[in-house]
């Protein structure tokens, strides 16, 4: 095991976690690290709180009398769970937390372009967040999470609606600088030898994202900004009763929130392209498809908000051409899957808990893209509209392929944040325990919705509450799932074994510095190669993890002869 490289095998007591201490070093530090960490922490700390209200109204979805809120808190209770959960977890989840941690790293750069600036970011994310609590303590919101007019100018916005429009004013910024930092930084910060075709895919993939996250957003505020500016100045923008035009709102709205949906999905899909090469051993197939599908999927997804809006009363004309486009995106996502299916074919597959959670995101995302095309369809989505088929279809590709491809981020990278290993037995269980719930959870409302269960409804007709049953049931378990990563995950902080620099064997650079990294993440500018090249990758019982061995003479990059 000579000829090591110099970051990998490092130990070194000194890292971005021990270098200073205190709160305000935290609070005010530029490091891109610390600040990931910190997007980590309070992003899952909304995502316990969105939990919250997931788990009341599914306990309330038992029956079809009241069981433990009336229909107005009910009301609150979905709302407050779809906003808490779209626009402070799965929207800023991966490329906040992840991506400000391992981007920099896995670049081969010591930060972000603009440290300053993704502080600020934060801070606004921080400051948004605090806004939407506060609309919780004014008597919530009860529009539902897309905030439709005239609804949410014609009843609760002086209580609760105006604070939270507020709150994703302010988060739009913080996405916004974000974007713009991720995007400055792959193209500025690049150490020689890293072109963009060895850019790993989850930097692709951030890329993508970043560009969303720029052009996109920017309409969201716009809009929200009008809501805000209709409601203090009784101007008529979308309220009918002044003139509006309500339609229009839904248009702003989704030529946003559509292509937000790629902001979660495309850094998931990030995450899995890196997973499923580490833990098959084995060079990721077709990187060039997998990498312009995502710049295909970034571009495709600003064409097909209006497939929310079949149903408006848009022309016909426009409404085929949008269903014609909707299926376009199908296009680039398919190119993903059977790449990481080939990936897989042959390999040395390592069933460890980020393998587990990365192989669930494809049978998951697998049932939320096919069933997406019954959506896409004009003749089929005019009766699923509005109906729990869409609550399941968006969950299996929102709440299931997003948030377990976070989950899956989070185990793999794990042991280089925190610098500890965690119970990979419990792992495995909280991965059955979260994949059983998230299927029995959500499959029931397949049905619910080609029966007629309207979305949003608190009584319902009798017949349907055995699929409710399921469905809430499902909840529990994920939600025991979920207790019991955060239990194993702490758990770690405390009694894990130390981790080695590089325990799963990755080929990119943010598995040459030390577990976790220094605070300027690499002594020396890295060596740059073919980042999913394992053929010098060997594994080192002595410290069980994976050092960086010398290549054998004539070897290529891709392992052959």
């Avoid at 100018?153 to 988060?171: E, M, R, S």
């Avoid at 994949?435 to 007629?452: A, K, R, V, Y």
């Avoid at 409804?457 to 939600?479: D, N």
């Amino acid at each position: 095991m000579s000829a090591m490289d110099p970051g990998i095998g490092r130990v070194d007591g000194d890292n971005y976690l021990n270098r200073t201490s205190g709160i305000l070093s935290w609070l005010l530090t530029i490091d891109h690290k610390r600040i990931g960490v910190m997007y980590l922490v309070a992003i899952l700390g909304a995502f316990f709180l969105g939990g919250v209200f997931a788990i009341l109204v599914r306990t309330e979805l038992l029956s079809p009398e009241r069981v433990i809120v009336d229909a107005d808190y009910y009301n609150k209770l979905f709302t407050l769970h779809g906003a808490v959960m779209t626009f402070l977890v799965i929207i800023p989840g991966i490329p906040a937390a992840l991506g400000n941690f391992v981007l920099p790293i896995m670049l081969g750069a010591k930060d972000l372009a603009f440290p300053k600036i993704n502080l600020a970011s934060f801070h606004l994310w921080v400051l948004g967040a605090v806004l939407a609590v506060v609309s919780i303590v004014m008597g919530s919101v009860d529009t539902g999470w897309t905030f439709y007019v005239p609804y949410a100018t014609t009843t609760t916005i002086g209580g609760g609606v105006l604070p939270i429009l507020i709150g994703v004013f302010v988060l739009g910024f913080s996405s916004i600088f974000t974007g713009l930092n991720f995007i400055v930084t792959i193209h500025k910060l690049r150490p020689p030898g890293m072109t963009w075709f060895r850019l790993p895919l989850f930097l692709w993939a951030l890329y993508a994202t970043a560009v969303i996250q720029i052009l996109a957003t920017p309409v969201l505020a716009i809009t929200v900004l009008l809501l805000m500016v209709e409601y203090g100045l009784n101007i008529g923008i979308f309220n009918p009763a002044m003139g509006g035009d309500p339609v229009l709102y839904q248009h702003f709205f989704w030529f946003y929130s559509h292509p937000a949906v790629y902001i979660m999905i495309l850094p998931a899909m990030g995450v899995v392209s890196e997973i499923i090469s580490i833990f098959s051993r084995k060079h990721i197939f077709g990187y060039t498809f997998i990498a312009f599908s995502s710049i295909a999927i970034a571009i495709f997804g600003f064409f097909v908000w209006g497939h929310h809006m079949f149903v408006s009363g848009q022309s016909t004309m426009l409404t085929a051409i949008f269903s014609l486009l909707t299926y376009s995106v199908s296009i680039p996502s398919a190119v993903k899957v059977f790449n990481w299916l080939a990936t897989m074919h042959g390999g040395s597959i390592s069933l460890r808990t980020p393998m587990l959670y990365a192989l669930a995101f494809i049978f998951i995302f697998g049932i939320g893209g096919l069933t997406g095309l019954f959506l896409g369809a004009l003749a089929t989505d005019v009766h699923l509209h509005d109906s729990y088929f869409v609550v399941a279809h968006f969950h299996y590709v929102m709440m299931g392929s997003t948030l377990l491809a976070m989950i899956a981020g989070i185990h793999h990278w794990w042991p280089k944040m925190t610098g500890r290993m965690y119970n990979e037995t419990a792992g495995i269980i909280a991965w059955a325990l979260v994949f059983i719930g998230t299927n029995l959870t959500f499959f029931p409302q397949f049905f619910l919705g080609t029966h007629g269960m309207p979305r949003r409804y608190y009584h319902y007709q009798p017949e349907f509450q055995f699929l409710h049953i399921l469905s809430s049931v499902g909840s529990y378990l994920m939600a025991a799932g979920f207790v019991l990563t955060a239990i194993y995950l702490l758990h770690s902080l405390f009694e894990g074994r130390r981790a080695p620099a590089n325990p799963w064997g990755g080929a990119t650079l943010d598995w040459q510095c030390s577990s976790p990294p220094p605070t300027e993440n690499f002594a020396s500018t890295p060596t740059v190669g073919d980042p999913y090249d394992y053929d010098d990758i060997q594994y080192d019982p002595q410290i069980d993890g994976y050092v960086k061995t010398a290549r054998l003479p004539g070897k290529t990059a891709r392992g052959g002869h």
